[in-house]
């Protein structure tokens, strides 16, 4: 988990807040969600649009924008309930930045591929709890909204675009490479409880596979 917060331009910035009733009124919404909104939330901003229009980035049918949500929690975070239900009723990329109430911040996304009638969203990433006043970076430098995207969720997850790689290829690394982690975490953890020796060999020639392959989707 990294410590990372954005510079966002100050030319994209939009600054509008949005109702939580804007979100979970939907029919779609469940009641479990829509409580979550509730007891959450204080207060979401629509702070930053990045597009062609503010950043002179030439965008795409899956990227034609990305937006900087800044959301206020009531309490010690805000679930990812709660965020992945925004991400669907956008129909363009969001980075998160979330503050709670020790003035602490963190950064969370996902990797969202539009072109079907509802978003498809993988996991969510996110920085670590870092100071509210904590320096921030300028963006990545990139020639396009799609390769900005990938670069802004890089830090986050891991896993960076690849030459050429197309936001799909990646969405499959990025979900291959969270199952290895899963895997390699499990298998680090028979290794510390195996007894016998012979089954400790095995399990660190496993483990050493299982990282190999983890780095190949890095």
Known sequence: MTDLLYRWPAAA????????????????????VREKFIAEIQRITWAYKLAE?????????EVPEIQVFQIDAKGDDVSELVLAAMDKAV????????????????????????????????????????????DR????????????????????SGVSARPGEELPEVSARLEA???LEREIAALERKLRNEPQLNRKVELRRTLKIKQAELEQQR
Request: aromatic share 10%.
């Open 13 to 32: 910035k939009f600054g509008r807040q949005v109702p939580k009733t804007k979100f979970y009124q939907q029919g779609t919404v469940s009641t479990n």
């Open 53 to 61: 229009s503010t950043i002179n980035l030439p965008g795409s049918v």
């Open 91 to 134: 129909q363009t990329p969001i980075i998160f930045e979330i503050t709670r109430f020790d003035e602490r911040i963190r950064m969370a996304a996902t990797l969202k591929q539009l072109g079907c009638s509802a978003p498809k969203l993988g996991n969510y990433y996110t920085t670590g709890w870092q100071p509210e006043d904590a």
């Open 137 to 156: 970076q300028p963006l990545p430098t990139t020639i396009t909204l799609p390769a900005l995207y990938a670069a802004l969720l890089q830090p986050l």
């Open 177 to 179: 490479a969270r199952k």
